[in-house]
């Protein structure tokens, strides 16, 4: 007999008896208890709602034989998830659109860890929309515009816009202020994220990354609270490209760290439900040209980063 389990797909895989002197059975369930012990009853429970079936799709009862070398898939049961304490604000819909205003901490997609703590996930079911899509992603920790498609069949050509770099994304950042550096600036660098890294390296080669900078305001603040500096800045960031933690490398490559960042310049751990201190990066806006009726269409947070606004 042959298992396979998976917490968000099906998909076939191989366990084998042969690895234990297996004994003989009349009955599948026989199989399950032995070879789960203690961990079979969750799995004869599913056996008995059907939810364990063949390679064929075919379900498996509690009363089918034993068949040695045969295939079981099943869905496995993920874990627990603890409920992110933020909420998903609604920006604006029509009949193609929903644009949310994601909070900090909250994933835009299941991933990982985080499924059904995810913004997609909340507000499929919040809204009964089984097709809602993101046309694009933000970072877990980063909060603001999230644009998603309704439909399916919608999904690509707003995605497009976004690969494609028609869009104007701004964001904003509280970071330190360096009185030696001219702004606006441009920088630009090659940028490569190694598939189970955490962090993206700066690379020699041709650019792939741009971004401009520009200083909005400063501010007078309690080092204390402010990474121990006694003079921030809210920042303008627009990028051109894309790349994953684009924006906060190129903040840190200038020596304005955005506050909060436990990966760059320098990586510190920092537990997953430690809700205290959120990165002070939000996507301020998105502004595109709808590809269906060429109309201009803009979206805007609602949100305030804390350490601008305390």
């Known amino acids: 007999m042959r298992t396979k389990d998976e917490a968000t797909e099906l998909s076939r895989g191989e366990i084998s008896d042969e690895r234990i002197a297996a004994p003989s059975f009349d009955l599948l369930v026989d199989w399950v208890n032995w070879r789960f ?38 869905y496995r049961d993920p874990e627990p998830e603890v409920r992110v304490p933020f909420e998903v604000e609604i920006l604006f819909e ?18 990982g860890a985080y499924v059904v703590e995810s913004a997609l996930v909340r507000v499929r079911r919040a809204m009964n929309m089984p097709e809602l899509s993101p046309a694009h992603r933000l970072d877990r920790v980063t909060a603001g515009v999230l644009v998603m498609t309704k439909r399916q069949e919608l999904r690509h050509a707003y995605h497009d816009l976004f690969a494609k770099r028609t ?39 041709e650019p792939n990354t741009e971004s401009l900078v520009e200083l909005l305001g400063t501010r007078e603040v309690d080092p204390a609270t402010h990474g121990g500096n006694s003079v921030v800045g809210l920042y303008k960031l627009t990028p051109h490209t894309g790349k994953t933690h684009q924006l906060r490398i190129h903040m840190a490559s200038l020596g304005l ?10 990586f510190y751990d920092v537990e997953s439900t430690d809700y205290r201190n959120p990165l002070q990066l939000l996507s301020r806006s998105i502004e595109f040209e709808d590809p269906f009726t060429g109309d201009t269409r803009r979206f ?9 606004a305390n």
């Open 167 to 205: 869009i104007l994304k701004t964001y904003e950042a509280v970071a330190p202020v360096r009185p030696d550096l001219e702004l606006p600036a441009v920088v630009r660098s090659r940028l490569k994220k190694e598939p189970g890294i955490m962090t993206a390296q700066t690379i020699e080669g």
């Open 37 to 74: 012990g203690e961990q079979a009853n969750p799995i004869v429970e599913k056996l008995v709602r059907g939810e364990i079936v063949d390679e064929l799709g075919r379900p498996w009862q509690v009363t089918s034989p034993y068949r040695a070398g045969a295939l079981i898939f099943f």
């Open 94 to 111: 029509d009949d193609d659109l929903l644009v949310v205003d994601k909070p900090h901490f909250l994933a835009s997609t299941p991933k």
């Open 257 to 266: 760290g955005i506050l909060n960042d436990n990966y760059y310049p320098q």
């Open 300 to 308: 805007e947070s609602r949100r305030t980063l804390d350490l601008w």
